[in-house]
């Protein structure tokens, strides 16, 4: 059983540009969670998926931001119009219908707006 | 309000020492659950342990045990006998129980305590 995988690892950008990451899941698990992490902070909830639904976002997630799932399997997350308070960490989790509670994290994406 | 106070930044020790990790939590829910997870310096956050709020049994999982106090909305987290390969930062996380069942989803985090073990 494979862990949560993140692409790219690493992405610099200019500011004002789109730029979009993918998480896959560990198989089987039905939820999907993104986190923002910036340095020396806890990760920050972002918004969370159940299959395919989004269930839950977070204020943070202004309209720049957005983020699917569409077959319930990996999921995208794109910011638009990127600023450089974008910055950050971004971290992607799973976990099972069994023990939804059990977060398991990717190696997260780093982005740099410059 | 949901909140995680982890009120340690920084922890230096010496390998073999015992040292204790603090984190302090408010929420207005009687159920919820407790988590801390480590990120080593290679960055990828690794799930330690789950207590829910009707558990407030310890636990210990080899050198590592929690405790758990609701009196005093504690969780705090052991380590003994520490080694090298423990230093990293510790985040201590909150989730309360949600509408869909289990935990709400968001996971609502301390700012960490970063362990350094020193040989």
């Known amino acids: 059983d494979t862990g949560v995988s993140q692409n790219p690892r690493h992405k610099i950008t200019k500011r004002g540009q789109n730029v979009t990451f993918r998480c896959d899941p560990i198989?089987?698990?039905?939820?999907l969670y993104w986190y923002r992490q910036t340095l020396g902070q806890g990760p920050e909830f972002l918004t969370y998926f159940q299959n395919e639904a989004q269930l839950e976002k977070s204020r943070l997630l202004s309209d720049r931001f957005s983020a699917e799932r569409p077959k319930g399997s990996f999921s995208t997350l794109e910011i638009q119009r990127t600023e450089q308070g974008d910055s950050a960490m971004y971290l992607c989790?799973?976990?099972?219908?069994?023990?939804?509670?059990?977060?398991?994290f990717g190696p997260g994406t780093r982005l740099t707006v410059t | 309000a949901q909140k995680v106070t982890q009120a340690q930044t920084e922890i230096s020790v010496v390998e073999k020492e015992d040292v204790t990790l603090d984190c302090v939590y408010e929420t207005r829910d009687t159920t919820y659950y407790l988590f801390w997870y480590k990120q080593p310096p290679s960055g990828e956050l690794v799930f330690l342990i789950r207590r829910n709020s009707f558990d407030e049994q310890n636990e210990i999982s080899g050198r590592y045990s929690w405790n758990f106090q609701k009196s005093t909305s504690s969780f705090n987290f052991t380590i003994t006998a520490s080694q090298v390969v423990d230093s990293a930062v510790y985040f201590c996380?909150?989730?309360?129980?949600?509408?869909?069942?289990?935990?709400?989803?968001?996971?609502?985090f301390g700012k960490g305590t970063k362990l350094s073990v020193k040989p």
């Open positions: 198989s089987e698990h039905n939820r």
């Open positions: 989790a799973s976990s099972s219908a069994d023990r939804q509670d059990e977060q398991y």
């Open positions: 996380a909150l989730s309360e129980w949600g509408p869909y069942g289990g935990s709400q989803g968001n996971l609502i």
